[in-house]
């Protein structure tokens, strides 16, 4: 492949004591880095030769250009592969969608691999992180967002749930913020994403340089690589701070935590949505979760909510074989290609959900997500964690 039009380029920088630094920076602007297959493919056997290298201290993984990180998956390809599959004798199987089984396993790998890293990855999260972008994001070990970061998890607007480890770290966050951002899609500053535990330091984007260079004078591979790098970033979060350059605006989180948890502490579903549209107010954030919420797909909202539930016993492997059985019936349902047909497709912002209403989704309707077609031992996710 010609690296100049790969869709992720690689390369390695030389520390003052010998030690390396990867960098893995994703290539593809138009779509604002949107993760395609052949990105995934790209990345996992980098990341395994950078993790068993043990010449290289550390990672970044970063984006080109000013505008994003990564705005989520690349969708194009799995829409026709749904409408292949929802047309053939197989559409009930939902083993059948080669390409999706492919896509969301694949992905999946690349998402746990990051989590469970040996070595620190520093991933910078300028601009829009989204969807799967914060599923490359969230399990870096050092998380950097900046003045113009802005995140979200808005799957309920094309028919999906919050998946690529969602449920797992949705559920994890301070009181019901995971339900309240499952259920509206809400947009997150960086102060927001430090607050809900999405990243770790907040800096001006114009630090960056500062940061590289001062990464290059560290003395790596000592047993305290995490530390080293915690330092590094510490620093530019505080002289960020001190020159007043970031222009952080408050966390819209923070200050409404009260009010989310009022609202969705209600025993059930239906009761707090309908508590989230009650609310009467002229704030901007709170409208624009209002209207996504309205508009999302119901069958989604049962899903994000019913999923923070089941995971919150389960370890991150097995919450990622779970997220792949849901997304695979997503896949093979109606919701999920009829969201990507309005909004990205032919872009008549005019979804017609099926349930069409919370009420009109059954309890069974929603376990059906959860069937399982792999036999003990079979399933393509098997081996995470073992």
Known sequence: MNQAAAPVVFEELTAANGRRIGIATLASEKTLHAISLEMVQLLTPQLQHWQADPEVAMVVLQAQGEKAFCAGGDLQQLYRSMREH???PAREDI???RYAAEFFEQEYRLDYLIHSFTKPILCWGHGIVMGG???LMAGCSHRVVTEKSRLAMPEITIGLYPDVGGSWFLARMPGKIGIF??????????QDALFAGLADYGMAHASKAAVFDALLSQPWGQGRDAELLDRVLAGAQAASRREGVAAFVPSNLRSHFDQIEALCRRPTLPEIVDAILAVQT????LLKAQSTLRAGAPGSAWLGYALQKKVRPLSLAEVFR????VSLHCAARPDFVEGIRALIIEKDQKPQWKPASLKQATPAWVEGFFADPWTQGGHPLADLGR
């Open 322 to 325: 779970l997220e792949f059985v």
């Open 133 to 135: 972008g914060i599923g």
């Open 181 to 190: 951002l499952a259920l509206t899609g809400a947009n997150l500053n960086a």
């Open 95 to 97: 083993r059948a969608n």
């Open 86 to 88: 929802h047309a053939s």
């Open 282 to 285: 002229d704030d901007a954030w």
